[in-house]
């Protein structure tokens, strides 16, 4: 089973900052990762697929990046509404997700 | 829009059998351009993916789960279904349905809002 580590476990940010999260497999995972942002009571939403590339609707201030077993989540600029948690997920073998990144206030 | 649907029993008694039922509407649960998958969140927790069956019927499991899981489809009804067995209390958690789509390389690209299902005697 591929293990996905992200860190830190928790952000805490103002609006207008720069945030980078991280997520790193314990095996080589190629490009396959994606991010997805959790709000409270929500469902997952798919933000970036394929390690860089953003799904549709996805403001351009997300992007990602990395490949192999390190991975970079990168918010250019916060937005009140990015406060969330974030998670990685990946599909090189199988499927599995990280523990989540919590990005605060 | 592809919309998923999850319902089911909020509560389940050990070791009983979990069943749920994902409706998909918007979209064919035979399309060729996506396959669907199972995946739980226990309260507090991350994201744990159970289970996906491809639009040729073959199936993949967590292995850590995969002697406990059943995923099926019922074409005619457009739904997909889970069915857990054995479960104890650490099957407590919120079940969504999503789908895998090719345009998102095969990634979760839509969900259901997820069904707490607790489990409890």
């Known amino acids: 089973e591929i293990v996905l580590t992200q860190s830190p476990a928790t952000l805490s940010l103002s609006p207008g900052e720069r945030a980078t999260l991280s997520c790193r497999a314990s095996q080589s995972v190629s490009s396959f990762l994606a991010w997805y942002q959790q709000k409270p009571g929500q469902a997952p939403r798919l933000l970036i697929y394929d390690a860089f590339k953003r799904a549709a609707g996805i403001p351009p201030r997300f992007s990602g990046s990395g490949s192999g077993t390190d991975f970079t989540l990168t918010i250019s600029s916060l937005e009140p509404e990015d406060f969330a948690v974030y998670h990685c997920q990946q599909r090189g073998n199988l499927y599995t997700f990280g523990q989540g990144t919590k990005v605060e206030i | 829009q592809l919309q998923l649907q999850e319902s089911g029993p909020g509560l389940v008694k050990p070791p009983e059998t979990l069943s749920l039922t994902c409706t998909v509407s918007?979209?064919?649960?035979?399309?060729?351009?996506?396959?669907w998958g199972w995946i739980r969140q226990p309260p507090g927790k991350g994201l744990e993916w159970i289970g996906s069956i491809y639009y040729s019927g073959r199936i993949y499991h967590n292995p850590s789960l995969k002697s406990r899981v059943t995923i099926s489809v019922d074409t005619s009804k457009n739904q997909l279904f889970l069915n857990l067995t054995s479960v104890t209390a650490a099957d407590t958690a919120v079940y969504f349905c999503?789908?895998?789509?090719?345009?998102?390389?095969?990634?979760?690209?839509?969900w259901g809002q997820g069904t707490l299902v607790t489990v409890s005697s």
């Open positions: 999503a789908s895998h789509d090719h345009d998102y390389g095969g990634n979760f690209g839509f």
């Open positions: 918007g979209g064919s649960i035979t399309s060729t351009t996506q396959f």
